[in-house]
């Protein structure tokens, strides 16, 4: 049965100082609530809104990056709700229709798995305030009101009905976020800073929608939900209600809200109080020459002029920081090849397991600079580099000060290790015979050279040596 996903993602724009509107301060996580909020805000009489012209240029950025149309002359309309969570019962937004004009039309991303996902319009809105209930949606016999969100920027991206699968609506959001990062106009990583509500119907059928979905995870398993039980209901002779439906994170499942409402249901109308806002072609030509290098062109300088493998590549520039820290460490002079292969692979496993994010003041790309060196000046095996950088993401000492204390400096005394490979031929008589003709038992005796001297003996000296000793035997 064929499935069509389509997203509305509704993006704060976070490095706003303001409110979309009015001067109200936008840094509102962590306060008391309802202490950012005005006359603008709840819209009293004789209060009139001013576009926050960073908005405005954020909103230009996006579109650009996303490949879309810019609209040369944008309106604003006011949709008209009966919810708590607007202050003044109606929210300013753009419209796609009549003779609204959202900021920018069409575009597209283009996934890593080979798809492309249109876009069918962006606008900017200001965001509703929070609602927190006391226990489930459905079931919370009160509501909290948090008026601070209300009137904070939003960038909305609605989609084209192009996803196939709940995997897919994870991939694409995945890298919509990261391409905002890039921009530097939303922090994905801020609670809330990105929702979605998904559109799903299947088999042609009637579309549904599961509102406010807070992270990737959740739309994955959200969609998921949705699917099989709207399968269910096809299987059991049941129709499937047109309708919005909320994702209860605690319970997983999805529970009607209320049956969906029709455009003709928020009464949009023209917003009296902003005049429609003209987009020259030469404020859109300014806005492209200061976009930031995204994540794709990224990619390619990764490959073209630094010579990294393509894997490294895709994942060292899906992410913000990530590409950040190996551009720092190769700023600082570490080789490309190597930064990359030690970053994508031990330093991202052993952040997973120690639990720690990229912003840790452990994570230094000149610790990891350091450990390179150690490594390229023959200090260090690669072995004990490893353990190096986990000692050191764990206690933020630097991979020269642990090599001192631990006494890890690589073993390249000739004659120490010549007397380690007798003891090893003494101890492993069957697997030198086996040597002879097998190369893996020939790498055994080596490991067991490394395994005497804890992983320091020079690797290369020991092969050496154990080889020498071998042809030495045979000749005997």
Known sequence: MDVKIGLEIHCQLTNLRTK???????????????????PICMGL?????????????????????LNSEIQ??????????????????????????????????????????????KIRRIQIEEDPAKLVYSGTIDTAEEVLIDYNR??????????????????????????????????????????????????ISLGGGTRVEIKNISSFKEVERALRFEITRQKRLSAEGLTVQRE?????????????????????????FPEPDIMPVVVSEQYVDAVRGALP?????????????????????????????????????????????????WIV??????????????EDPKVRAEHLVEMLRLIEDGLISGKIAKEVLLESLKTGKSPKRIVEERGLMKIGDEELLERLVEEVFRENRRAVLDARLNEEAVNYLIGQVMKKTAGKADPVLTSKLVRLKLSQIEVG
């Open 150 to 199: 209300a009137g904070i920027a939003l960038v909305e991206i609605v989609t084209e009905p192009d996803i196939r699968t709940p995997r897919e609506a994870r991939l694409f959001l995945q890298k919509l976020r990261d391409i905002l990062e890039f921009l530097g106009v939303s922090d994905g990583s801020l609670e809330g800073s990105m929702r979605c509500d998904a559109n």
């Open 20 to 38: 979309l509107f009015c001067n109200c301060s936008s840094d509102y996580r962590g306060d008391e609530p309802n202490t950012h909020i005005c």
């Open 45 to 65: 009489p004789g209060t009139l809104p001013l576009l926050n012209e960073k908005a405005l240029e954020d909103g230009v950025a996006v579109a650009l990056a």
């Open 293 to 341: 290098e995204l994540p794709h062109r990224k990619k390619d300088r990764y490959v073209e002029d630094l010579n990294v493998p393509v894997q490294n590549a895709a994942i060292l520039s899906r992410n913000l920081r990530l590409s950040q820290l190996f551009e720092r460490c190769v700023g600082l002079g570490a080789d490309p090849v190597e930064a990359s292969n």
């Open 244 to 268: 919005t439906r909320h994702w209860d994170e605690s319970r997983r499942i999805t529970v009607s809200l209320r049956v969906k409402e029709t455009e003709e249901d928020y009464r949009y």
């Open 345 to 358: 692979g031990d330093l991202l496993s052993y952040l997973r397991e120690l639990d720690l994010s990229l």
């Open 72 to 117: 040369p002359k944008m309106t604003f309309y006011r949709k008209n709700y009966f919810y708590p969570d607007m202050p003044k019962n109606f929210q300013i937004s753009q419209f796609d229709g009549g003779d609204g004009v959202p900021i920018a039309k069409g575009g597209f991303v283009d996934l890593d798995v080979g798809r492309r996902i």
